[in-house]
């Protein structure tokens, strides 16, 4: 076997382990550091009042999904989703600028640092969704997306919930250091030197196993929007992403559910929280491909509107009293198939021409904006002094609305494919 087949034969197994690498870590430090991290830093270290941080965590979320649209836009308009190089560059700079932020986030002693810190951030974390996510079409097969995103998910949220119960931003900051400063030396040497390796990932968003996505209508026009399966995709997971941090920034904020879960002193509990994380992201990777679109939304939307119904039945009749393990459980279920949706569902409403402008979209909006808003929100109500039940009913409010429109959605019939989409 010659040098050039044996590269040929290997490389889509590298390009598959980097995706998955660099999108676990990047969701993991989202989960811990940013999300959890921040308002450690902001409350605990700087000691801002609630309705400061939720200020600080809403600039966040605008500043991010600002640039990554910009981004995802520029990069769709210069044609920049298409070339691979350009992409692990921008994706080589982010790992390195936000390894460099990371070091200095725990030394932030004031807000006026604390809001040049963000500001800073969210270009990295901006640019970061277009390019990241922009990699699908170029690593990962179109049958292989549901699979992949789940190995992704299970990646990141074993080692959230089993080894950062100590949510405090100098240990965030202490576990992630020792990872990312290899990895950005290793992707900047990946990134801006020749490999033959690289060359070869580059082409392989031509080859048919690759590239245009299985909801792609349009191959053939980059320019026109997507289309109403991806607004309502968009639509309905930023109400999932919205309602869970809206729900799950109180609830850990409750020492009768975290104790007894989350920041729980028994092994055994918090394994068997990851473990669940992991079975349900394997499940939903095993029929992601196999499903349609309204099936994927429908039984998700389902199992996230039955999650946070039960907390909020928790609240309102025994919220005395540690619920049992099978709540913390439940949450970690359907988060994981959540997540999984979220990593493979862009990129399959893409093709190469298109996947940066795509995603910027469903992952700035969906992910990065309603996450963001929501923890601000959160903290809020936090600070007004909202009662813990009226928050989890207003959640749980917000979910049946949710549920209540994928069951219409069920309902209505599907459009027929015209002879001209079927060509195309």
């Given at each position: 076997?010659?040098?050039?087949?044996?590269?040929?034969?290997?490389?889509?197994?590298?390009?598959?382990?980097?995706?998955?690498?660099?999108g676990?870590?990047?969701?993991?430090?989202?989960?811990?550091?940013?999300?959890?991290?921040?308002?450690?830093l902001?409350?605990?270290?700087?000691?801002?009042?609630?309705?400061?941080?939720?200020?600080?965590?809403?600039?966040?979320?605008?500043?991010?999904?600002?640039?990554?649209?910009?981004?995802?836009?520029?990069?769709?308009?210069?044609?920049?989703?298409?070339?691979?190089?350009?992409?692990?560059?921008?994706?080589?700079v982010?790992?390195?600028?936000?390894?460099?932020?990371?070091?200095?986030a725990?030394?932030?002693?004031?807000?006026?640092?604390?809001?040049?810190?963000?500001?800073?951030?969210?270009?990295?974390?901006?640019?970061?969704?277009?390019?990241?996510f922009?990699?699908?079409c170029?690593?990962?097969?179109?049958?292989?997306?549901?699979?992949?995103?789940?190995?992704?998910?299970?990646?990141?949220?074993?080692?959230?919930?089993?080894?950062?119960?100590?949510?405090?931003?100098?240990?965030?900051?202490?576990?992630?250091?020792?990872?990312?400063?290899?990895?950005a030396?290793?992707?900047?040497?990946?990134?801006?030197?020749?490999?033959?390796?690289?060359?070869?990932?580059?082409?392989?968003?031509?080859?048919?196993?690759?590239?245009?996505?299985?909801?792609?209508?349009?191959?053939?026009?980059?320019?026109?929007?997507p289309?109403?399966?991806?607004?309502?995709?968009?639509?309905?997971?930023f109400?999932?992403?919205?309602?869970?941090?809206?729900?799950?920034?109180?609830?850990?904020?409750?020492?009768?559910?975290?104790?007894?879960?989350?920041?729980?002193?028994d092994?055994a509990?918090?394994?068997?929280?990851g473990?669940?994380?992991?079975?349900?992201?394997?499940?939903?990777?095993i029929?992601?491909?196999?499903?349609?679109?309204?099936?994927?939304?429908?039984?998700?939307?389902?199992?996230?509107?039955?999650?946070?119904?039960?907390?909020a039945?928790?609240?309102?009749?025994?919220?005395?009293?540690?619920?049992?393990?099978?709540?913390?459980?439940?949450?970690?279920?359907?988060?994981?198939?959540?997540?999984?949706?979220?990593?493979?569902?862009?990129?399959?409403?893409?093709?190469?021409?298109?996947?940066?402008?795509n995603?910027?979209?469903?992952?700035?909006?969906?992910?990065?904006m309603?996450?963001f808003?929501?923890?601000?929100?959160?903290?809020?109500?936090?600070?007004?002094?909202?009662?813990?039940?009226?928050?989890?009913?207003?959640?749980?409010?917000?979910?049946?609305?949710l549920?209540?429109?994928?069951?219409?959605?069920?309902?209505?019939?599907?459009?027929?494919?015209?002879?001209?989409?079927?060509?195309?």
């Open positions: 076997m010659t040098p050039r087949i044996r590269n040929r034969a290997w490389a889509p197994l590298f390009g598959v382990g980097l995706f998955v690498a660099a676990s870590a990047g969701y993991f430090y989202n989960l811990t550091f940013v999300q959890l991290g921040l308002v450690d902001g409350a605990r270290v700087i000691g801002l009042p609630d309705e400061r941080i939720a200020r600080a965590m809403a600039l966040l979320a605008g500043l991010t999904l600002f640039v990554a649209l910009v981004a995802g836009l520029v990069m769709h308009r210069r044609r920049w989703s298409e070339d691979f190089h350009v992409k692990l560059r921008l994706l080589a982010v790992v390195v600028m936000q390894t460099a932020l990371t070091a200095v725990p030394q932030v002693r004031s807000e006026s640092g604390l809001l040049m810190w963000i500001a800073a951030a969210s270009v990295g974390l901006g640019l970061g969704v277009p390019s990241l922009g990699l699908t170029d690593l990962v097969p179109t049958r292989q997306r549901g699979p992949v995103a789940a190995v992704i998910t299970s990646a990141a949220f074993l080692p959230a919930a089993v080894f950062s119960s100590d949510w405090r931003i100098e240990q965030f900051a202490a576990q992630l250091l020792w990872l990312m400063t290899p990895s030396v290793a992707l900047v040497a990946l990134a801006f030197l020749p490999w033959k390796l690289t060359d070869t990932l580059a082409g392989q968003h031509h080859l048919p196993r690759y590239g245009v996505g299985r909801f792609v209508r349009h191959p053939a026009r980059p320019g026109r929007w289309g109403r399966a991806f607004t309502l995709a968009l639509v309905l997971m109400g999932v992403y919205f309602i869970d941090s809206l729900g799950f920034l109180r609830i850990v904020d409750s020492a009768v559910y975290t104790d007894s879960a989350w920041h729980s002193r092994p509990t918090l394994w068997a929280i473990g669940a994380h992991v079975l349900a992201a394997a499940l939903a990777g029929l992601y491909p196999a499903l349609g679109r309204r099936v994927l939304l429908g039984w998700i939307f389902a199992l996230f509107a039955l999650t946070q119904l039960s907390y039945l928790h609240a309102l009749t025994t919220p005395e009293l540690p619920p049992a393990l099978g709540l913390p459980m439940l949450y970690a279920v359907a988060v994981s198939i959540y997540t999984v949706l979220n990593f493979a569902l862009w990129a399959d409403f893409s093709t190469p021409a298109t996947i940066a402008r995603t910027a979209l469903g992952v700035g909006v969906s992910g990065w309603a996450t808003l929501s923890t601000s929100l959160s903290i809020w109500w936090a600070s007004v002094e909202l009662p813990f039940a009226e928050h989890l009913r207003a959640v749980a409010a917000i979910s049946l609305l549920f209540t429109v994928t069951v219409v959605l069920f309902l209505l019939p599907e459009r027929q494919r015209t002879e001209e989409e079927r060509s195309a």
